[in-house]
C-alpha cells in the first residue's frame, strides 16, 4: 500500500516548515555570536565603521545557513515527527497500512531536494559573498598584507612548460612577494629551474627582479645557465603561465570562497602548479555529500521521533537523537583533520559522517519498524 498523494503532501509541508524555521533559528543564533564577535574586533579601530561589521555580518549568513543545514534537518525532522506522534497522526497512518518506509518518503525527497538546492544555487551565492566578506575583513579589520605575507613572502610554484619538451615543467621559487595595486604581481630573487618529462634539468634562470601580469612572468636583468654551464646574460626574459595574481591568491585564500562549479578547475591548477589541492577537495566532497546528509539526518530524527508516547522513553530518545547530531558533528570534524594531515582521501574524509549516521538511522528504523 502507498501512502496517498494528499496524505504525503501534508506530512511534506509539516516536514519543510520545521526544517526552515529551525535553519533560519540556529542560523539567527549563529549570525548574533558573530556579529558581537566583530564588534569585539572593530572595538579598537576606531575608523571602522559599525556600518561595514554590519556588512560583513550579512553576507556570512548564507555560509553559516549552509554549516547549520544538517542540524536544522535533524532537529526539524525530530520536531516535525514528535508532534505527529503526539497528536496520534502517525499511529493513524501506521494502524491503515502506511509502514515507516512509506510515511518518510515525502520527508526523504524534500530533504534531498533542499540538499541539492544548497549545493547547486546556495554554496555558489555564499561563496561569492563570503569572498567579499574575507575582502572587507582583510582591508578594515586584519592588520597583515593578505594572504601571500603570511607565507613569509617565499614562494614556491610549478607550471607546464612546452618550450623545450611537451610535457615539461618548471619550478619557479621567489624569495619575497609584493602585490601592486595594477594587479601584477612583483617578485624579487626568483629562481625557475625548467625540467622534462622525466625531471632532467635543461635549464636555470636566475633574476633579482621580476614581476607576473597578463599570464607571464617578466624577469628583468635575468641569467640563464644550461647543465654544467656557468650563468649568462639574458637581459629580460619572458615565460608564459597559466597563473594569475588571483589564482595565486586563490591558492591561500579559504576554499569557502570558491563556487561548486570553479572547484574541479581550480584544483587541476593547484595540482599542476605545486599548491596543496587538500583541503579544496574535502570541501569539494563535502558540497557533494549534503543532500544525501540531509537525507541522511531526516532518517536519524525519524528513528529517534517515531516511538509511541506511550511507550515512554520519548525525552530520552529525543535527547539521544540530538546528541546522535552532535556525534556526528564531531566525526565530521575529526574526519575532515585527518583529511587535511593526508591520513584519510579527502572522499573518505568528506563522506564518512553521511555514511556513519545513515548506518545509525536504517540500524534504528529496521529496530522500530514493525509494518
Known amino acids: 500500500m502507498f501512502a496517498s498523494p494528499t496524505f504525503s503532501f501534508y506530512i511534506a509541508r509539516q516536514f519543510v516548515f520545521c526544517v526552515l524555521a529551525m535553519i533560519a533559528s540556529l542560523t539567527g543564533i549563529v549570525c548574533l555570536f558573530d556579529f558581537i564577535d566583530l564588534l569585539r574586533r572593530v572595538a579598537t579601530k576606531p575608523n571602522v565603521s559599525t ?8 553576507l556570512h549568513v548564507p555560509h553559516f545557513s549552509i554549516q547549520i543545514l544538517p542540524f536544522g534537518v535533524l532537529l526539524g525532522g525530530i520536531i ?4 505527529l506522534t503526539r497528536s496520534s497522526e502517525l499511529i493513524v497512518a501506521r494502524a491503515a497500512g502506511i509502514s515507516a518506509w512509506q510515511f518518510l518518503t515525502a520527508p526523504l525527497a524534500c530533504a534531498i531536494t533542499i540538499g541539492l538546492l544548497t549545493t547547486m544555487v546556495l554554496s555558489p551565492m555564499a561563496s561569492s559573498l563570503y569572498r567579499k566578506a574575507e575582502e572587507l575583513d582583510q582591508q578594515y579589520l586584519r592588520t597583515e598584507g593578505g594572504p601571500l605575507t603570511l607565507t613569509g613572502g617565499s614562494l614556491w610554484l610549478r607550471q607546464s612548460d612546452t618550450r623545450f619538451d611537451p610535457h615539461g615543467v618548471a619550478l619557479i621559487h621567489v624569495g619575497s ?5 595594477n594587479a601584477s604581481l612583483h617578485v624579487k630573487d626568483i629562481s625557475v629551474l625548467r625540467l622534462d618529462h622525466e ?5 636555470r634562470i636566475e633574476s633579482p627582479e621580476g614581476y607576473l601580469s597578463h599570464q607571464k612572468w617578466i624577469l628583468n636583468n635575468s641569467y640563464t645557465a644550461r647543465p654544467y654551464q656557468i650563468l649568462q646574460p639574458a637581459g629580460q626574459f619572458v615565460l608564459p603561465t597559466d597563473l594569475t595574481l588571483n589564482r595565486v591568491q586563490d591558492s591561500f585564500a579559504s576554499p569557502e570562497t570558491l563556487s561548486i562549479w570553479t572547484l574541479p ?7 599542476t602548479s605545486g599548491f596543496s589541492s587538500v583541503r579544496h577537495r574535502i570541501h569539494f566532497q563535502s558540497l557533494l555529500a549534503i543532500p544525501v546528509l540531509a537525507g541522511t539526518m531526516t532518517l536519524v530524527a525519524a528513528g529517534f521521533s517515531m516511538r509511541p508516547i506511550r511507550r515512554g522513553g520519548v525525552a530520552r530518545m529525543i535527547g539521544s537523537g540530538v546528541a546522535a547530531g552532535f556525534l556526528l558533528f564531531t566525526v565530521s570534524k575529526v574526519a575532515e583533520q585527518f583529511g587535511n594531515s593526508g591520513a584519510l582521501p579527502p ?7 553521511a555514511v556513519a549516521g545513515l548506518c545509525l538511522a536504517l540500524s534504528l528504523l529496521l529496530h522500530l519498524e514493525d509494518g
Open 51 to 58: 556600518n561595514v561589521v554590519t556588512e560583513i555580518a550579512a
Open 80 to 83: 516535525c515527527f514528535w508532534r
Open 177 to 181: 612577494v609584493k602585490m601592486w595595486s
Open 199 to 203: 625531471d632532467g634539468l635543461i635549464e
Open 265 to 271: 578547475g581550480f584544483i587541476h591548477l593547484l595540482d
Open 347 to 353: 572522499v573518505m574524509a568528506a563522506w564518512a559522517p
